[in-house]
């Protein structure tokens, strides 16, 4: 009996620990949409509903996609903190947001490809500018599609420059849409607080430049600082104008586990990127506007569906920072 206690006093502080690695992983706005639950050796992850963005993300696709970052961000914890996770996915019907129950079985020690993963949870940061010129190898580029390809999920690279200049141009129609629509504006203004806020969530101004990079084709910015000259000033590096590598992610299906599978691959990729030095860019402004992600998909998804739109390339200038919620805030003790 007491024994057992010890293994849950043991099983209850890993899981804790993986939780405190998951948070780390990227969210629409930063708005880090989860729950976690920990009952003995399972830890159960939910939707946090108040945190979807109603207006942009009515159907929760993009805060499915985050939370499935940050599910395949406590599986990789817990792989190097010694278990075998065993993942169930949208386990009840009746409870949707119910996400996932991982049973934390024993495992074997983690493997140096698992290890170099982890290594970048907390040092991965989204990009919100140009890229350098040189292009990472294709070989690297195959590597990071397969991360993605082993979770379920498809990088589509966009290699034409009618392709790249149609997507930022869908991009930019959205962008201006979004700045005229009221209930847009205010839900971005609700996700980038003013510096010097205590909040521990939003995309704060150490996030984005405060000037966005021209780059060729331009892809338009979100519009966190509101005009308000908000963001880190550029360094003296100089702008870097390459748009890095344009590729979509996309799914098979667009149901539920499939925008859960989209959020997995995708940390999975950018974890293998961030260990070449590349991180992402993300522009899901047109995927937010029904009618665009319908055309972005017919024209260049094949029978796939878009989930993020995203450039990949080595970051120069600012260095930016995140920031997280601490974890008793969104971890329960379940008895
Ligand atoms: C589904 C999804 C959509 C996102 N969309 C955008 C976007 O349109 N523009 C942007 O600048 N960042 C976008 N991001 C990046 C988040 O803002 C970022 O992950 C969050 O602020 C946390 O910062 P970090 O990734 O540096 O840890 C998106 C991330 C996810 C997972």
Redesign the pocket.
């Known amino acids: 009996m007491k024994g057992e206690r010890l293994m849950t006093g043991r099983a209850t502080e890993d899981a804790r620990r993986a939780i405190e690695d998951a948070v780390?992983?990227?969210?629409?706005?930063?708005?880090?949409p989860w729950r976690f639950g920990v009952r003995g050796t399972r830890i159960s992850l939910r939707a946090d509903a108040d945190r979807r963005l109603d207006v942009a993300?009515p159907d929760g696709?993009?805060?499915l996609?985050?939370c499935g970052?940050a599910l395949y961000t406590l599986r990789l914890s817990l792989r190097v903190l010694g278990y075998e996770p065993e993942v169930r996915l949208l386990p009840d019907p009746d409870r949707p947001h119910l996400l996932a129950d991982v049973q934390m079985e024993p495992g074997k020690p983690a493997g140096e490809e698992t290890e170099r993963a982890y290594a970048q949870v907390r040092r991965?940061?989204?990009?919100?500018g140009g890229f350098a010129a040189e292009q990472p190898p294709p070989s690297l580029l195959d590597a990071i599609r397969y991360e993605a390809e082993r979770e379920g999920a498809r990088l589509i690279r966009a290699i034409d420059v009618h392709v790249q200049g149609a997507l930022a141009a869908l991009t930019d129609a959205a962008e201006h849409i979004q700045r005229r629509t009221p209930a847009y504006a205010a839900e971005i203004a609700r996700w980038a607080p003013a510096p010097g806020t205590s909040r521990t969530d939003?995309?704060q101004h150490a996030?984005?430049p405060s000037e966005t990079p021209r780059t060729e084709p331009h892809f338009a910015?979100?519009d966190?600082a509101r005009g308000r000259g908000w963001g880190i000033e550029p360094t003296a590096d100089g702008p870097a104008s390459h748009p890095g590598v344009v590729m979509l992610l996309v799914t098979a299906a667009d149901t539920p586990s499939d925008w859960l599978r989209?959020?997995q691959g995708?940390q999975r990729a950018l974890l293998l990127a961030a260990q070449h030095d590349l991180?992402?860019?993300?522009?899901?402004?047109a995927l937010?506007v029904p009618r665009l992600r319908d055309l972005i998909r017919t024209q260049f998804c094949g029978d796939g569906h878009p989930?993020?739109?995203l450039r990949l390339g080595r970051p120069v200038g600012e260095d930016?920072?995140?920031?997280?919620r601490p974890v008793p805030e969104i971890m329960i003790i379940e008895s």
Do not use: K
């Open positions: 780390w992983a990227p969210s629409v706005h930063n708005t880090q993300d696709r993009e805060m996609i985050s970052a991965r940061r989204s990009h919100r939003g995309v996030a984005y910015a979100r966190f989209a959020g995708l991180a992402a860019a993300y522009h899901t402004q937010q989930q993020l739109l930016l920072t995140s920031i997280r």
